[in-house]
């Protein structure tokens, strides 16, 4: 039996990449933001000290986060792109 989708059921669109981007543009800058304010916490931490490795270790963790950050963007690029063409191909034009 054929099941059929509805026209008014919600799926990823070309409009929906603009969002998406400056979600990722936003995420970027708060993560370059928080390094930077992490970077001036550990200038003024003793060396060696539990502030000190903490402060470390939460930089270094948001390094590691930023590094993911081409990735994601471009699972969501495709993920709408594949989106699209299976809309397209297998609803037609209903």
């Known amino acids: 039996m054929k099941q059929e989708i509805k026209n ?3 799926g990823f669109t070309v409009g929906d ?3 998406l ?3 990722i543009v936003v995420v970027g800058i708060a993560l370059s933001l928080g390094l930077t304010i992490l970077n001036d916490f550990k200038d003024d931490q003793t060396a060696d000290s539990n502030a000190y490795n903490g402060t470390e270790s939460a930089e270094e963790g948001l390094v590691k986060f ?3 950050l081409p990735t ?3 699972v969501i690029v495709v993920s709408i792109i594949i989106g699209i063409i299976v809309r397209y191909l297998f609803m037609g034009n209903r």
Do not use: C, H, R
């Open 72 to 74: 994601i963007a471009l």
């Open 66 to 68: 930023t590094s993911y």
């Open 8 to 10: 008014d059921e919600k």
């Open 21 to 23: 981007g400056m979600n």
């Open 17 to 19: 990449m603009l969002p």
